[in-house]
């Protein structure tokens, strides 16, 4: 009944986090939870609430990776506010779910008569719990406030540690005490759920009779069980598709298109061995060289763009340096081809996928494209390419510019670039919408039960 995978999941939980990075970040584990409660789910509706708050919680721990990463490698003065946000965020969503879970799990085992002694475990494992999220949310915000040490002249909003500051001395030690005490805490809080959850395992009656309600529920409720299949897959491309994002900051996309297609390879598994969709697992393969040419392009932009320093002064241009490829336009198209070659596998990817779901065999109008379906497809195309030139388009300006040594030339270059990074933002919020009202329109052409059997 997936227990095992939310155990899993629930590990992922206990390790500290150090300032932002979360050594193993959560987001996996609420994965593993969401996979794990799928049918637990149908059987309680507190245990839907722990699974909805497990989706929020992956999306707020995904967001954490990039931008946590950023702060602390950029602008550390945003550590403390930014900790803050993120501990109280964790620490609502993370008390939520385990009070839903743990709360579901008592119901149930109330319900079907069990031994007292799982009820005791699970109140044991529900103070643990508890106590533990309020815990990891405090002291992973806890040491940052040191920061602020003593302030030398008026208040300062970028809090760096600079050496005037005699509490900020302390803070390192603190931040080594915090991670050993979370740590502590956290494998004790494992020990704790991982008890109750085991005995409730290796209770073969209660794990039958939950099977049995399931099959039950799935039988009875043929089209909800379709409309859950339906909307988590949804959902999971929607999430890909809001991580197609294209942000550059200091020349590193904060957003990879890796992320996104790790949620579309999740996708299509699920769409494959929940929805029967055989024909999406020939695409399998295409997401190798997908990920590889993602990985690729976010280097060589990097590398290329990191090492390009030019700087003008009123109408003179100074070149300080230029890497050997972008000091001619002979070899951009080296360049070119792979950023073009992956969203073109990538665009073959959606057409495949928005198939899979019009030929479901209890989707009904199979023949029929909507106005949303049309506006999804013409708004990814715009995004594509305008996400394309946006890649490859600093190292055209480059180049050019180099070549020509002359300031217009630059700005013209830069023109066309602001232009294509206005056209990339407009598109992705068209296609964003028309996702979403495209989505919706598959989850409403759901048939209902008397219309399957028939």
Not at 207 to 223: F, H, P
């Given at each position: 009944m997936?227990?095992?995978s939310v155990f899993i999941g629930i590990l992922f939980f206990m390790n500290p986090c150090f300032r932002l990075l979360d050594f193993l970040p959560d987001v996996i584990g609420c994965i593993l939870i969401i996979a794990g409660t799928s049918k637990l789910a149908v059987i309680d509706h507190r245990?839907?609430?722990?699974?909805?708050?497990?989706?929020?919680?992956a999306f707020v721990s995904f967001m954490k990776i990039p931008l946590g990463f950023y702060i602390?490698?950029?602008?550390?003065?945003?550590?403390?506010?930014?900790?803050?946000?993120?501990?109280?965020?964790?620490?609502?969503?993370?008390?939520?779910?385990?009070?839903s879970l743990i709360g579901g799990f008592q119901y149930l085992l109330s319900r079907e008569n069990c031994d007292d002694k799982h009820l005791k475990l699970s109140e044991n494992a529900s103070v643990v719990c508890f106590i533990?999220?309020?815990a990891r949310a405090v002291v992973s915000f806890a040491p940052e406030i040191l920061s602020l040490g003593k302030q030398k002249d008026s208040f300062d909003y970028n809090f760096t540690a600079t050496a005037d500051m005699n509490a900020a001395y302390a803070k390192p030690y603190a931040e080594i005490l915090a991670f050993v005490i979370i740590l502590i805490f956290g494998i004790y809080c494992a020990f704790v759920i991982g008890r109750f959850l085991t005995a409730m395992r290796r209770d073969r009656d209660f794990i039958a009779s939950l099977g049995a309600r399931y099959d039950k529920y799935a039988e009875d409720n043929v089209e909800t069980m379709n409309l859950r299949k339906v909307r988590f897959a949804l959902l999971l491309f929607f999430l890909a598709v809001l991580l197609w994002f294209n942000q550059i900051l200091d020349f590193v996309n904060i957003i990879p298109n890796t992320f996104s297609y790790v949620f579309m390879i999740l996708g299509t598994v699920y769409m494959i061995k929940k929805l029967v969709c055989e024909k999406l697992r020939s695409t399998l393969f295409v997401y190798i060289p997908l990920i590889a040419l993602s990985v690729y392009n976010n280097m060589v932009q990097y590398s290329l763009l990191?090492?390009?320093?030019?700087?003008?002064?009123?109408d003179h241009m100074i070149v300080k340096k230029v890497p050997v490829m972008l000091q001619s336009t002979g070899d951009l198209w080296r360049l070119m081809i792979p950023i073009v070659v992956e969203y073109v596998l990538l665009a073959?990817?959606?057409v495949s996928i928005c198939k899979a779901f019009d030929s479901l065999e209890f989707i009904r109008d199979k023949d029929t494209v909507s106005i949303f379906e049309i506006l999804f497809g013409i708004g990814t195309?715009?995004?594509?390419?305008?996400?394309c030139y946006v890649y490859f388009g600093q190292f055209i300006r480059t180049a050019n510019t180099f070549v020509s040594q002359k300031l217009d030339v630059y700005v013209k270059y830069d023109s066309i670039?602001?232009?294509?990074?206005?056209?990339n933002l407009i598109s992705f919020i068209i296609v964003l919408y028309a996702a979403y009202r495209y989505g919706h329109d598959v989850f409403v052409r759901v048939k209902a039960k008397g219309e399957i059997e028939e």
């Amino acid at each position: 009944m997936g227990i095992i995978s939310v155990f899993i999941g629930i590990l992922f939980f206990m390790n500290p986090c150090f300032r932002l990075l979360d050594f193993l970040p959560d987001v996996i584990g609420c994965i593993l939870i969401i996979a794990g409660t799928s049918k637990l789910a149908v059987i309680d509706h507190r245990i839907e609430n722990a699974r909805r708050y497990a989706v929020y919680y992956a999306f707020v721990s995904f967001m954490k990776i990039p931008l946590g990463f950023y702060i602390f490698t950029h602008e550390q003065g945003y550590l403390l506010p930014a900790t803050f946000v993120f501990s109280v965020l964790e620490g609502m969503l993370m008390v939520g779910f385990f009070v839903s879970l743990i709360g579901g799990f008592q119901y149930l085992l109330s319900r079907e008569n069990c031994d007292d002694k799982h009820l005791k475990l699970s109140e044991n494992a529900s103070v643990v719990c508890f106590i533990f999220a309020i815990a990891r949310a405090v002291v992973s915000f806890a040491p940052e406030i040191l920061s602020l040490g003593k302030q030398k002249d008026s208040f300062d909003y970028n809090f760096t540690a600079t050496a005037d500051m005699n509490a900020a001395y302390a803070k390192p030690y603190a931040e080594i005490l915090a991670f050993v005490i979370i740590l502590i805490f956290g494998i004790y809080c494992a020990f704790v759920i991982g008890r109750f959850l085991t005995a409730m395992r290796r209770d073969r009656d209660f794990i039958a009779s939950l099977g049995a309600r399931y099959d039950k529920y799935a039988e009875d409720n043929v089209e909800t069980m379709n409309l859950r299949k339906v909307r988590f897959a949804l959902l999971l491309f929607f999430l890909a598709v809001l991580l197609w994002f294209n942000q550059i900051l200091d020349f590193v996309n904060i957003i990879p298109n890796t992320f996104s297609y790790v949620f579309m390879i999740l996708g299509t598994v699920y769409m494959i061995k929940k929805l029967v969709c055989e024909k999406l697992r020939s695409t399998l393969f295409v997401y190798i060289p997908l990920i590889a040419l993602s990985v690729y392009n976010n280097m060589v932009q990097y590398s290329l763009l990191s090492s390009t320093d030019i700087d003008f002064i009123y109408d003179h241009m100074i070149v300080k340096k230029v890497p050997v490829m972008l000091q001619s336009t002979g070899d951009l198209w080296r360049l070119m081809i792979p950023i073009v070659v992956e969203y073109v596998l990538l665009a073959a990817l959606v057409v495949s996928i928005c198939k899979a779901f019009d030929s479901l065999e209890f989707i009904r109008d199979k023949d029929t494209v909507s106005i949303f379906e049309i506006l999804f497809g013409i708004g990814t195309a715009a995004y594509f390419v305008s996400c394309c030139y946006v890649y490859f388009g600093q190292f055209i300006r480059t180049a050019n510019t180099f070549v020509s040594q002359k300031l217009d030339v630059y700005v013209k270059y830069d023109s066309i670039l602001s232009l294509f990074e206005w056209i990339n933002l407009i598109s992705f919020i068209i296609v964003l919408y028309a996702a979403y009202r495209y989505g919706h329109d598959v989850f409403v052409r759901v048939k209902a039960k008397g219309e399957i059997e028939e």
